[in-house]
């Protein structure tokens, strides 16, 4: 039986199925076509850049990262976008996970030739997740380190004096938040997950250039490439309630692959009535470190204050004094400072290749 050819050039012969579309092509279209229907995605209506913007690439050493970097060094030059791209890099204290992982983005730094900045839970807060889990346990560990890791990028990209951050969040991620906001019966946040850029008072615009890239299909483009990316999930993540809408998104990719795009547009369809977008309440600043927050005092510092005073889970559930001083001995959060000089940290050595293959057989 003779080879399929490529459904696009007609010629070569077609090594990748595309998940999303079914298509079969080769090697070099199924390049192009990504990176083509990414650069569409950035340049939709008035567009995600403005040109000479600073912009810092939310680095975990993953394959959505590590392809953002690839994809938005090589779109930058050949569209000429006229940005000044950093790998910015959360270190949440995780043993034999994140560790590990960072040096990923470390030889991704010297590979792609991007400035670095590193920071780190303990240098921000005072605790790592390591320390958290021991405290608080499993089950609620990702509430801690999703509330610290916002934080914790928006104060990385102040100190690199960066006007935007942009994450390697793919379609299949936005689903499941679609999905998992549906479940919890929060509609006023559907919005807001599904946009490719967000931006509140005070805080770094932020954007999702892989909003419509299917997660199979970052990693055959990682593949095809032979980036270099770390594979490890987090050792922390099992238990997380968004496990279970990733295992039924799976199950309906199985049966209707368009489901992951037709879940995004459903979530993009949801318009909250004037009467509950009048009860929401007004952002304001935490009175503790000057972030956005909705109340006085922050989530993170909020969670900081139940972990200091030695709660475990019940820290979930600490109540705000709306005090702007923390108890006697307890560690806070610096001020946020919107823009403040800090160096990067210099390229070292990375690890091996971590790469899967999904191929035509």
């Known amino acids: ?42 340049v939709e209506g008035k567009g995600i850049f403005e040109r000479g913007e600073r912009v810092a690439i939310g680095a975990s050493g993953g394959k959505d990262s590590t392809v953002l970097a690839h994809v938005l060094s090589v779109l930058n030059k050949r569209y000429d976008y006229g940005l000044d791209l950093f790998l910015l ?98 509609i006023a946040r559907l919005g807001r997950c599904t946009a490719v850029t967000t931006r509140s008072e005070d805080t770094i615009k932020r954007s999702k250039p892989f909003k419509y890239a299917y997660e199979k299909e970052i990693v055959m483009y990682a593949y ?22 990733r295992v039924f998104l799976k199950d309906l990719e199985a049966i209707r692959p368009s489901a992951i795009v037709d879940i995004i547009h459903s979530g993009e369809s949801f318009q909250l009535e004037q009467s509950v977008q ?24 909020a969670l900081l204050e139940g972990l200091e005073a030695g709660l475990d889970r019940s820290a979930l559930r600490q109540k705000q004094d709306n005090s702007s001083a923390a108890p006697t001995g307890h560690r806070t959060i610096p001020m946020f400072e919107r823009y403040s000089n800090v160096g990067v940290s210099q390229p070292t050595e990375g690890i091996e290749k971590a790469v899967q293959a999904i191929e035509i057989r």
């Open 89 to 186: 890099s959360i270190d949440e204290g995780i043993t034999g996970y994140r560790d590990d992982s960072l040096e990923t983005v470390k030889q991704n730094q010297v590979e792609y030739g991007l400035p670095l900045k590193i920071l780190s839970y303990n240098e921000l807060y005072g605790w790592t997740m390591d320390k958290i889990v021991e405290q608080v346990g499993r089950r609620n560990n990702c509430t801690f380190c999703g509330v610290f890791r916002r934080q914790a990028l928006d104060r990385g990209a102040a100190q690199l004096g960066v006007d935007h951050i942009v994450t390697g969040h793919n379609a299949d991620d936005i689903a499941e938040t679609v999905l998992m906001n549906i479940m919890r019966g929060d």
């Open 278 to 301: 009048k009860g929401m309440k007004a952002m304001q600043t935490c009175l503790r470190c000057g972030y956005i927050s909705s109340n006085d005092l922050c989530k993170a510092c």
């Open 1 to 42: 039986m003779p080879p399929t050819p490529c459904s696009l050039c007609r010629t070569a012969r077609a090594l990748v199925k595309r998940p999303k579309t079914g298509q079969q092509v080769c090697k070099d279209c199924f390049f192009e076509v990504f990176e083509t229907e990414v650069h569409n995605t950035i």
């Open 224 to 245: 095809f490439k032979k980036l270099t990316y770390f594979s490890t999930e987090c050792i922390y993540s099992p238990d997380a309630y968004r496990g279970h809408a």
